[in-house]
C-alpha cells in the first residue's frame, strides 16, 4: 500500500499535533538511543532529534514515499525503511515513540511486551494511536465497502476494532512498566475545510487500502457511495467548515528494570 505524503498532510495540523501532544509527556530519559516507528515525513523525527541531540536516532518507516520526503531535509536522524512487524534495533534503546501507526499492526497483546522489551531500564515507550473506529466514519465507510460489488474484494481489508481499550492496555503493560504508567483518551474536534472534507481525510489514512485495492470506475463508484454517505453523518457547518470529532488513546510507559 502507497503513502502519498501530499494526501497525508493535506491537514497536516490536525494530523501532527497529537504527535506533539505526546512527545510533551515523555520526561528525562535514560542513556541510550532512540527510535521513531512509523515516522512518516519526519516532523516528530526532527523535534525528537532536536531534543536530545546528542543521542543516536534511527526514524523507521515502510514507505519510501514517506522517507523521501523526510530525508529531503537535513538533520542527524538515520532514516530507514523497514516493516514495522519484523524490525528490532540493534541495542536496548532509551525511547520507543510511535504517532499513529501501530493501529496498523495487529496482536497487541504480543506486540506491545515486545517493544517494552527492546528498552532499557527505564527507558519509554510513548505511543498515540487513534481509538474511533466505532465513530460514523468508520462504520460507514464498512458499511460502503459491504454494499457494492466491490464487497468480495474489500471485505478482507475491513479492521473493526485493531486498538484496544485503555483497561485492556493497561492490564497488557502494568506487568512491564514502572509506577507511573500513563494512558489516557483526547477526543479532538477537527475543522475541516472544503467539499467533502471527512472523505478527503480520510483518503489520506483509514481509506487508503480499501481505494488501493481498486481500480477505475469501480474506485470511483466506490468513493463517491463513501462520499454519500459521509456528507449526511458530516454535515457543513453554517460557517462552511466540517467538524470531525476524533478520539485517540496515548501511552508513556517506563521500563521496569532487569
Not at 24 to 33: M, T
Not at 167 to 177: G, H, K, Q
Not at 208 to 230: I, K, Q, S, V
Request: glycine share 6%; with cysteine; aromatic share 8%.
Amino acid at each position: 500500500m502507497a503513502w502519498d505524503p501530499a494526501t497525508y498532510l493535506r491537514f497536516s495540523d490536525e494530523r501532527l499535533r497529537p504527535g506533539f501532544d505526546l512527545l510533551a509527556r515523555v520526561g528525562d530519559l535514560p542513556p541510550g538511543p532512540l527510535a521513531e516507528l512509523g515516522c512518516g515525513t519526519g516532523v516528530h523525527a526532527r523535534a525528537i532529534a532536536e531534543r536530545w541531540p546528542d543521542r543516536a536516532f534511527t526514524a523507521i518507516d515502510s514507505s519510501p514515499e514517506m522517507l523521501t520526503q523526510a530525508s529531503a531535509t537535513p538533520s542527524s536522524v538515520r532514516w530507514v525503511e523497514a516493516d514495522l512487524r519484523h524490525w528490532a534495533p540493534p541495542e536496548k534503546l532509551a525511547l520507543i515513540f510511535s504517532n499513529a501507526v501501530l493501529q496498523w499492526v495487529d496482536e497487541h497483546e504480543t506486540l506491545l511486551p515486545r517493544l517494552m522489551g527492546m528498552l532499557v531500564p527505564g527507558g519509554v515507550l510513548a505511543i498515540q494511536m487513534p481509538r474511533n473506529f466505532d465513530a460514523p466514519s468508520h462504520v460507514l465507510m464498512r458499511e460502503a465497502a459491504q454494499a457494492g460489488p466491490w464487497a468480495e474484494t474489500l471485505r478482507p481489508l475491513l479492521r473493526r476494532d485493531p486498538v484496544a481499550g485503555p483497561e485492556i492496555t493497561y492490564d497488557r503493560l502494568v506487568p512491564l512498566a514502572q509506577e507511573g504508567l500513563d494512558i489516557w483518551e483526547t477526543e479532538y474536534l477537527h475543522v475541516l475545510s472544503g467539499e467533502d472534507a471527512v472523505l478527503t481525510w480520510m483518503r489520506g489514512t483509514a481509506l487508503r487500502p480499501l481505494l488501493t485495492a481498486l481500480a477505475g470506475p469501480e474506485r470511483a463508484a466506490f468513493e463517491r457511495a463513501c462520499a454519500e454517505r459521509l456528507r449526511h453523518a458530516y454535515p457543513r457547518r453554517a460557517d462552511g467548515h466540517t467538524l470531525l470529532p476524533f478520539r485517540r488513546i496515548f501511552i508513556v510507559a517506563r521500563a521496569k528494570g532487569s
